[in-house]
């Protein structure tokens, strides 16, 4: 897994909205970049929802929020648009950003799916936090934010 104090890896994703993302294209902000396992699971709406009430809060502060999963960008857009995200949730459909990252993992069913990591990463590209092994029901995107408020006053 790439860890703090490392350059984050550049990639190329395709967004819930269509667009194509790359990282490299957020230098100069704040970039919360979580990885959730699979859409329309009850954990990753929570922490979905939970991110979407908190945006307007990491907005003011500069960051961007961006969600990857493994999933088809279809599954992704059906999910923002049935929960109202305002924030892109990006496709890594054959695991590779997520492999890049040191989170891709199997699941017992044999399909391969993102580990539940967030990467907090500075204007200049470098992670500063990496957040894993959180629970949905733990605050996740709360603690983000607070990481990302003393960030923001550097």
Known sequence: MVGEGEIAPDFEAIAHTGERVRLSQYRGKIVVLYFY????TSGCTREGIRFNELL???????VIVLGMSTDPPEKNRKFAEKYGFRFLLLSDP?????????VLRE???GR?????TTFIIDRDGRIVKVLKNIRPAEKHADLALE??????QA
């Open 56 to 62: 307007d809060e990491f907005e003011r502060h500069g």
């Open 147 to 152: 990481i990302v408020k003393s960030l923001s």
């Open 112 to 116: 391969k799916s993102a580990a539940r």
């Open 37 to 40: 396992p699979r859409a329309m």
């Open 107 to 109: 699941t017992r069913s």
């Open 94 to 102: 054959e695991g590779e950003v997520a492999s890049l990252y040191g």
